[in-house]
Nanobody
């Protein structure tokens, strides 16, 4: 199983970058996948999750209305469109997946139980400056 993130970098507050996560090595459809972030000195935080077999999405309150998680099933790729970025959004962003396709939980479960996901990417750093 391999997850490879891209699209991070340095952006100014208010910017709108899009992160991508290319998945391979497992059956992409009918899984929970998500984006998670960890800022320096802070615990990992769930940002958004999605059911890859449909369109159900879940968001952390801190990003609701600003970030959008989406996917391209034909490309086995997950996206995170980030709008209205704030310095507080500065973090390493990781995508993660439940590669088992057994759907033990609804995907919102993983926002607060990220350790239950078994596949993780290396992460892409997003730095937001004023």
């Amino acid at each position: 199983v391999q997850l490879v993130e891209s699209g991070g970098g340095s952006v100014q507050a208010g910017g709108s970058p899009r992160l991508s996560c290319a998945a391979s090595g497992y059956t992409y459809s009918s899984n929970c996948m998500g984006w998670f972030r960890q800022a320096p000195g802070k615990e990992r935080e769930g940002v958004a999750t999605i059911y890859t077999g449909g369109t159900i999405t879940y968001y952390a309150d801190s990003v609701k209305g600003r970030f959008t998680i989406s996917q391209d099933n034909g490309k086995d790729t997950l996206y995170l469109q980030m709008n209205s970025l704030e310095p507080e959004d500065t973090a390493m962003y990781h995508c993660a997946a439940d590669s088992s396709s057994r759907l033990y939980h609804t995907c919102d479960y993983y926002l607060t139980h990220s350790t239950a996901l078994d596949a993780w990417g290396q992460g892409t750093l997003v730095t937001v400056s004023l």
